[in-house]
């Protein structure tokens, strides 16, 4: 009922037209017209009326069943009465735009999914640890705060990966002394670099930058971290180089081939599977985090002679 209610309110100029053209035949009796062949024209009028709506009808309903099928299936021929019109197009590119989103949503459920499995399996080494620290007596307070160290790092890591995914992240850029936030993260990290025997090397720069503080030293503490954990007894210098920020360490390097992806979420390479304490998030975190600072990632390396992360910050400095 409803579908024919529709098929009428499209029609309801030819139904008006046809009724003031009955009315018509009516009033041309005062001009003479015999009653017999009046009647006679209204009656082949409203009975070829009747057909031609009939038909309408039926076409109306074809073409509005096509529409549905093709709108639940854009992947369908689009029906003739809307090829190649704007209302198509558009259709068209909205469908498109959806999948994208939705394959674009998969792949992060997906990657975030991998992610919190490798991470619950790595966060339970530290919390084994730790138990097994609490246990002896006299407790290691050294080797316990080492163990809640690294706890803390794991989970500022997935809080950090959770807020970058998110949409609602926010950024307060603001100048800022670089080597201020360079000496933050070496503190930060210092007893980790005594515990692995790695020596810092930091030549001030002298530089102010445009960013966002938080951000930028999530940056430099998991380039920190990446080093240090695969250097053991070496150096991590930190430099400036023309407009790059050179973060180098004398490390066990990264092969040729995992190089194109280390940016990869949860590609954790060669070396994650052999150290087996990579989450595989790290880097990727510093390519996403600098992409919105505007700053430029990229990385060097060689297998036994250690890896280079460079941070171009031409677009930041002030």
Do not use: C
């Amino acid at each position: 009922m409803k579908e024919i209610y529709r098929f009428l309110q499209i029609k309801v100029h030819t139904i008006v037209i046809f009724t003031l053209y009955i009315l018509f035949l009516f009033i041309s009796k005062i001009f003479g017209l015999n009653q017999n062949y009046i009647f006679y024209i209204v009656l082949f009028s409203v009975f070829m009326f009747i057909i031609s709506m009939t038909i309408s009808y039926l076409n109306y309903k074809k073409v509005r069943q096509e529409l549905d099928g093709w709108v639940n299936d854009i992947s369908e021929n689009t029906p003739r009465i809307v090829r190649d019109t704007y209302f198509a197009n558009k259709i068209i590119g909205l469908e498109k735009e959806n999948k994208r989103m939705e394959d674009a949503f998969e792949a992060k459920m997906r990657n975030f999914k991998e992610y919190i499995s490798i991470w619950t399996h790595q966060i339970k080494t530290p919390l084994f640890s730790l138990d097994l620290i609490l246990n002896d007596y006299p407790v290691d307070s050294h080797l316990a705060k080492a163990e809640v160290f690294e706890i803390e790092e794991y989970i500022i890591t997935l809080l950090s990966y959770m807020r970058l995914e998110s949409l609602s992240t926010d950024f307060v850029f603001e100048q800022i002394n670089l080597d201020e936030l360079i000496s933050a993260s070496i503190k930060k990290y210092s007893k980790v670099f005594i515990r692995k025997k790695n020596n810092v090397n930091f030549k001030p720069t002298g530089l102010e930058i445009t960013t966002d503080k938080k951000w930028f030293s999530l940056i430099l503490d998991q380039i920190l971290s990446n080093s240090n954990k695969y250097t053991q007894n070496g150096y991590i210098s930190i430099y400036i180089k023309q407009e790059n920020l050179i973060i180098e360490d004398t490390g066990i390097g990264i092969r040729k081939e995992d190089l194109p992806r280390v940016f990869d979420k949860s590609y954790t390479g060669y070396n994650g599977r052999i150290y087996k304490k990579s989450t595989g998030i790290g880097l990727s975190l510093v390519k996403g985090s600098a992409e919105n600072l505007s700053i430029d990632v990229d990385i060097d390396s060689t297998v036994g002679e250690g890896t280079k992360l460079i941070l171009n910050l031409s677009r930041v400095l002030n």
